[in-house]
């Protein structure tokens, strides 16, 4: 798939990842980029075409369906992260993770599957995680949903693949953006994020690995549960000690 020329729409694109999307998208010769929000006054991107949308809603996202019917390239970039653990942590906090980062992507798919088709096939980016690999105590109800969503993005892979839609997975460790604000470690910065997405889509990639910290999770895989938790310990520990560069 070719960026330049592409209607893309863009989930979460006031500020983060979602902006870095929508303005490298607008540089790399996009069409028409639809920079959506919950609260559209907040898009600040000369060039793109702002739309309202909640994720969560799917009276929203069937409106934004509507409004955006020439839509070739779908970019899931919102999520929240509530810093919630699965046994004592608010089940409505979980809930609503669940909610916006997979069931929102999903929902977003269902909706602009008919529009990808009828506009050649296209592709779909979804904006996942090093951690839908690992569990993390404080961000397990992250995990949990990022794990959901990496197993969605492979299903929706094969039932879209008969349209001709690609199902881009992107994972990343941190990007230097609010979310990982307080993090005082290496950070992917939003731009050479959307990047690398943005070329994995040009090559028909599957899945991106954004940065060397998502590289060294997927590695570690292969390993017995007991020893990948101690080796993702060991490296967490490392990532956060202040010899760290």
Not at 20 to 45: I, K, M, S, W
Not at 50 to 79: F, M, W
Not at 126 to 144: C, D, E, T, V
Request: glycine share 8%.
């Amino acid at each position: 798939m070719d960026i330049n020329n592409a209607v893309a729409l863009v989930t979460g694109a006031n500020r983060g990842l979602g902006r870095a999307f929508a303005q490298r998208l607008l540089e790399r010769g996009a069409r028409t980029v639809y920079a959506t929000a919950r609260r559209p006054e907040t898009v600040d991107l000369p060039g793109a075409e702002v739309l309202p949308l909640d994720i969560t809603d799917p009276a929203s996202v069937q409106a934004a369906a509507k409004a955006a019917p020439d839509v070739s390239l779908l970019i899931n970039n919102a999520g929240i992260s509530t810093g919630t653990d699965l046994l004592t942590g608010s089940l409505d906090a979980v809930r609503r993770e669940l909610e916006t980062n997979m069931f929102g992507h999903l929902g977003m798919i269902r909706a602009f599957a008919p529009a990808l088709a009828g506009n050649g096939g296209g592709a779909v980016v979804n904006i996942l995680s090093a951690m839908s690999w690992f569990a993390g105590k404080g961000a397990n109800a992250y995990h949990l949903t990022k794990a959901a969503a990496w197993a969605m993005t492979n299903g929706v892979r094969l039932e879209l693949a008969d349209q001709g839609t690609l199902v881009t997975a992107v994972h990343l460790g941190l990007a230097d953006t609010d979310m990982a604000a307080g993090w005082p470690v290496a950070k992917i910065s939003p731009s050479d994020l959307a990047d690398a997405a943005l070329d994995g889509v040009e090559t028909g990639d599957a899945e991106v690995l954004a940065d060397q910290w998502s590289r060294d999770v997927k590695s570690r895989l292969p390993l017995r549960p007991e020893e990948f938790d101690a080796a993702m310990a060991d490296a967490l520990t490392s990532l956060t000690s202040p010899s760290s560069p």
